[in-house]
């Protein structure tokens, strides 16, 4: 499989630290709101990465970690803890704001079919690890105390900017957001991985170190439940394109200075999801949800399919009429995947089966090409090949793009036939239905005047009569 690798800049062949088996590390939800449609192309994209991985054969182990401390308003460590923020915003403590928005992200996540990761780790609980990693760093001259914070020490480095390919508008979320530069830093790049004295005096959560009470930078938390979880080789780190300065680069230069040699082989970037106004946001403009879209009327799994439509390294514009499009060309997809099963199946040929999963295989492992991987979902409708076939391959697509599409027109199927059943047991349908019969039955028997007397019947009744060839059809008014 070919990856588009941040570091290298380049596609590379993937070839993992163990043979057949793929360690893998998302970063997780900032846990003080509910997650943007944005933060969910991420996630939606990552899960592909995971399943195409695992649909390769590759035995996978992914974690993601769950922010609940640390993470400030600006990524460079200034601003207020998005996490206080939230808590203040909805009067409730820290704990509570995590809990509720961590289940909200892992309800949004299952209406997308984002597959859990195997382990979630939330930051709370791995404060001795980061004290532990934090000691080492300083014991090896990669961090110092200034001003009662810990900071990493980036002139320590021989390259700090790794991922220096990136355009100036995609960093720039990384940047001060017009708060006060901190002037304990020793160089303009140095990051905070612990701070006790803190600016925010009224931080819920604080715990013992050696350097007094305190709470983690967001930066090292993922280097340390990474290592702690994966090992010290980790095969790929995802996260959005905005966490890769100074979040993923932060990252990259303490695990480094920590272990003693390269740490993670891939980094995979997810480009931004925008609306037509520009960068997506939490609180101004139109907050774009998973339930939003719901109460509106959309499948979540039409979002996703919108999602695969274009690749992951594009930035893609949301707007209605864009789910609009999609939700058109999912139901037409649809329309088509239901004949297959209400038709006779046949065998499943084989060679028609390994051809077009050939098809599908080689786009995804091109570098995800996801929107060449829904054609392939096309040419299985196409193809002159039985239903069994096309059935099958549907569903081995959906091992990776995961839009339910044999079982939602299994649904349709069962929804038309509830439907027929319901109008059977209708009274004034069985009413309808009898007279037809009776009137027949006139007919045959040469009685006109009793036919004519029922179709004048089913008039008063509003029922207007077709005679066809296949018989007499009926349109209620
Ligand atoms: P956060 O909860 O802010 O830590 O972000 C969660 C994930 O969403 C991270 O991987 C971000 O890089 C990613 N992300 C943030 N904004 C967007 C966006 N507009 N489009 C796609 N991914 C995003
Ligand atoms: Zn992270």
Redo the contacts with the bound molecule.
């Keep these: 499989m070919l990856l588009y690798n941040s570091l290298t800049r380049k596609r590379d062949e993937f070839i993992p630290n163990e043979e057949g088996k793929v360690s893998m590390y998302?970063?997780?939800?900032?846990v003080y709101h509910y997650?943007?449609i944005?933060?969910l192309?991420?996630?939606i994209m990552e899960d592909v990465l995971e399943k195409h991985l695992r649909y390769l054969g590759y035995d996978v182990k992914r974690v993601m970690n769950i922010?609940d401390v640390g993470?400030l308003t600006s990524d460079a460590d200034e601003g207020e803890d998005k996490m206080l923020k939230g808590a203040k915003r909805e009067k409730k403590t820290v704990m509570d704001i995590a809990r509720f928005y961590t289940d909200a992200f892992f309800a949004d996540c299952k209406k997308l079919n984002i597959k859990t990761p195997d382990e979630v780790v939330p930051a709370t609980s791995c404060i001795d690890e980061f004290i532990k990693v934090i000691t080492s760093l300083i014991e090896k001259g990669f961090a110092y105390e200034a001003g009662g914070n810990i900071y990493f020490d980036t002139s320590k480095l021989e390259e700090y900017y790794v991922f220096n390919d990136f355009k100036e508008e995609d960093l720039a979320v990384g940047v001060r957001e017009g708060v006060e530069g901190d002037n304990n830093k020793r160089n303009k790049a140095d990051f905070v991985l612990w701070f006790t004295k803190s600016k925010f005096d009224d931080q819920e959560l604080k715990w013992e170190s050696p350097w007094g009470v305190g709470y983690p930078g967001w930066h090292i938390e993922c280097s340390c439940i990474s290592m702690k979880t994966l090992g010290e080789k980790l095969d790929i780190h995802?996260?959005?394109?905005?966490?890769a300065f100074p979040h993923h680069t932060n990252e990259i230069a303490q695990s480094e200075a920590f272990l003693g040699h390269k740490w993670c082989n891939y980094w995979m970037h997810?480009?931004?999801?925008?609306t037509t106004g520009g960068?997506?946001s939490k609180s101004k403009g139109e907050f774009l949800t998973v339930s939003l879209l719901e109460e509106k009327g959309y499948d979540p799994l039409v979002y996703r399919f919108f999602c695969l439509q274009s690749h992951y390294r594009k930035s893609l514009v949301f707007s209605y009429e864009n789910l609009d499009n999609a939700t058109a060309a999912f139901n037409k997809l649809l329309a088509k995947v239901i004949p297959l099963h209400k038709a006779e199946k046949g065998e499943i040929d084989t060679a028609t089966f390994d051809a077009l999963k050939t098809k599908f295989r080689e786009a995804l492992d091109n570098d995800l090409n996801t929107s060449l991987a829904v054609t392939a979902l096309y040419d299985v409708l196409k193809a002159n090949t039985t239903p069994a076939t096309k059935i099958a391959l549907i569903d081995d697509f959906d091992r990776v793009l995961s839009l339910d599409i044999n079982a939602k027109a299994l649904a349709a199927i069962e929804k038309e036939k509830a439907e027929a059943a319901e109008k059977a047991n209708d009274p004034f349908i069985m009413k309808i239905e009898s007279l037809i019969e009776e009137r027949k039955n006139a007919k045959k028997e040469k009685n006109y005047a009793r036919a004519d007397e029922i179709r004048n019947e089913l008039t008063a009744m509003g029922v207007t009569l077709i005679d066809t060839a296949q018989g007499t059809q009926y349109k209620i008014d």
């Design positions: 998302t970063c997780g939800p900032t997650a943007h944005g933060n192309r991420s996630y922010t993470h995802c996260g959005g394109i905005d966490n997810v480009h931004h999801l925008n960068k997506m």
